[in-house]
């Protein structure tokens, strides 16, 4: 599936692997995602694209981003835009498809191999794409969430699915109790 000597790029679309991760139980530690694929070949870079509420004072993302930013991603983000939908329900709409995509084109001369995380069929044509130009495509995701976060068009256009659940022992982090749980078991010790 991978070749020591092959040029790789990683393109993360944030929140589907967020909630591909989370529907599997789990949290993905990203400094060892990067190291398995730098084992896995020569990993030119590494893109993780989300978008930002701008207007918060704290959004629950930014640690995350600026961590990311410091420790060898590249950091695709735009700002995301709040609206109310037709129930009175408070909406964040930030969309990444079209910028992973413009990126993924652009370095496809220069890479061998890419690396999609994400299950969203929408890529699906950006994937026959690159292999048009001879880019073999390895696509994250999974299957044994419920219901499945990849489409099915999106795995078989893909020259390899890669099973997230079947990387959970190499990039998985083991998720935190909740706050008030560690709260009340640290009282109820003394």
Known sequence: MFYKDERLALFIDGSNLYAAAKALGFDIDYKLLR??????????RAFYYTALLENDEYSPIRPLVDWLHYNGFSM?????????DSLGRRKVKGNMDIELAVDAMELAPRVDHIVLFSGDGDFRPLVESLQRQGVRVSVVSTIRSQPPMIADELRRQADNFIELDELRDVIGRPPREPRQERDDAETSDH
């Open 35 to 44: 190291q398995e694929f730098m084992r896995r070949g020569k990993l030119l």
């Open 76 to 84: 695709v983000t735009k700002p995301a835009k709040e609206y109310t």
